[in-house]
């Protein structure tokens, strides 16, 4: 089924938080009622255009894929229905976890980003729970628990900082940068090599 659409955002070959950046730019320059496509490549859009459109009160309308790209449909909501954008006001820097993470103290570290770029490098000791997956799989976190959240630029764990928030988690910090920027130690899983 054809959708029609009235404005078309290629994000395809980009990566967190670059579609996203994309698509606020575009919706803004849209009337009420419009739908915006995103065309993505980056597997983690799925997640994020979803939950950023929940966050900014447009109404998320589908995904559809054709071969590796996604199609993301976006309809901008009415002025009295758009939220404004809430940035998590309790943030640590990449270098600020480091020390903690050299301490002694237990630190619970949420790693919001997809399997596979955990799979790849990840923060010692984290949990990844995928942002798509984090308002149905809450309950694997104690809410007493601090909680530092990262994601590979900031975007999608201040997103799954918000969504906590509202399931009445109070002791969080989203980490900024991220792993785009991490220069600490990290884990990876061995993968063998392809002959």
């Known amino acids: 089924m054809d959708i029609k659409v009235d404005r078309v955002v290629d994000?395809?070959?980009l990566a967190?938080?670059?579609p996203i950046v994309r698509t606020k730019k575009a919706i803004n320059e849209l009337d009420a009622g419009q739908v915006l496509e995103l065309q993505a490549t980056d597997k983690g859009s799925v997640a994020d255009i979803q939950a950023w459109a929940k966050s900014t009160g447009h109404q998320f309308l589908g995904?559809?894929?054709e071969d590796k790209v996604y199609r993301?449909?976006?309809r901008k909501s009415e002025p009295d229905e758009i939220k404004e954008e809430i940035t998590f006001p309790h943030s640590v820097r990449n270098d600020e976890l480091e020390r903690l993470l050299d301490g002694e103290q237990?630190?619970?570290i949420l790693d919001v980003r997809e399997p596979a770029e955990y799979a790849f490098v990840r923060l010692k000791g984290s949990k990844n729970i995928p942002?798509?997956?984090?308002e149905q799989r809450a309950d694997e976190l104690n809410p007493e628990d601090k909680i530092y959240i990262v994601c590979r630029t900031g975007n999608r764990s201040n997103l799954a900082a918000n969504l906590l928030t509202e399931k009445g988690f109070k002791n969080l910090k989203n980490v900024v940068p991220g792993m785009s920027e991490w220069t600490?130690?990290?884990e990876r899983d061995e993968f063998k090599p392809l002959n």
Do not use: R
């Open 131 to 134: 942002l798509g997956d984090l």
């Open 11 to 13: 994000a395809k070959g």
């Open 72 to 74: 993301h449909y976006v």
């Open 106 to 108: 237990k630190i619970h």
């Open 63 to 65: 995904t559809q894929q």
């Open 184 to 186: 600490g130690s990290v």
């Open 16 to 18: 967190c938080p670059m």
